[in-house]
Antibody, heavy 122, light 109 residues
Framework: QVQLVESGGGVVQPGRSLRLSCAAS????????MNWVRQAPGKGLEWVTV????????YYADSVKGRFTISRDNSKNTLYLQMNSLTTGDTAVYYC???????????????WGQGTLVTVSS | EIVLTQSPGTLSLSPGARATLSCRAS???????LAWYQQKPGQAPRLLIY???SRATGIPDRFSGSGSGTDFTLTISRLEPEDFAVFYC??????????FGQGTRLEIK
């Protein structure tokens, strides 16, 4: 069965960096685009970024453009999110999510991890 | 950017009742690219409906979606106790980004 397990969250000071990982299993990772979606405490869902199945295309929300970088290692079945210049507004649970159909880019998100909490605080 | 506005913000109903949740887009979107998610406290969202009206795998048939253009609806025909949660609509037609509505909380009356 499809499994997505995020890690790397924690408490970090404003202006610092953090890298999240998402380990995938139960499917052919290299066939699917992957997303990061975040949810601030008590708030709604906010799409952050997407990477194509082969890693050649990447897109970002305006709120993180220039600060966050998405990447993937298809040989390790792992998705990453490098977050730089963090602000208190980046405090959220970060979910990795897989699109449903293979070989698409932007699409419905059929599978989600359980999320990892990032807290930006001094 | 397409903005999705969900209403009502909170819906209070009893088990067995019919729930109707609305999602309105700031501009017309293809129904092919409209999805609904359910999120329970402490859990990740779960895909319910895609393509405006297609149920995702394993979703009970009491959940249905409809709509086109700028107005979309999620209907739960007879509420079960486990249905109470927050529901989000999502559009994924304006590649490369996607947007979510702000959510509707469905609570037990």
């Amino acid at each position: 069965q499809v499994q997505l397990v995020e890690s790397g969250g924690g408490v970090v000071q404003p202006g610092r960096s953090l890298r999240l990982s998402c380990a995938a299993s139960g499917f052919t990772f290299s066939n699917y685009a992957m997303n990061w979606v975040r949810q601030a405490p008590g708030k709604g869902l906010e799409w952050v970024t997407v990477i194509s199945y082969d890693g050649t295309s990447k897109y970002y929300a305006d709120s993180v453009k220039g600060r966050f970088t998405i990447s993937r290692d298809n040989s390790k079945n792992t998705l990453y999110l490098q977050m730089n210049s963090l602000t208190t507004g980046d405090t959220a649970v970060y979910y990795c999510a897989r699109v449903s159909p293979p070989f698409t880019s932007v699409d419905r998100l059929g599978y989600w991890g359980q999320g990892t909490l990032v807290t930006v605080s001094s | 950017e397409i903005v999705l506005t969900q209403s009502p913000g909170t819906l209070s109903l009893s088990p067995g009742a019919r729930a109707t949740l609305s999602c309105r887009a700031s501009q017309s979107i293809s129904s092919t690219y409209l999805a609904w998610y359910q999120q329970k406290p402490g859990q990740a969202p779960r895909l319910l409906i895609y393509g405006a009206s297609s149920r995702a795998t394993g979703i009970p048939d009491r959940f249905s979606g409809s709509g086109s253009g700028t107005d979309f609806t999620l209907t739960i025909s007879r509420l079960e106790p486990e249905d109470f949660a927050v529901f989000y609509c999502q559009q994924y037609g304006t590649s490369p980004s996607i947007t979510f509505g702000q959510g509707t909380r469905l609570e037990i009356k």
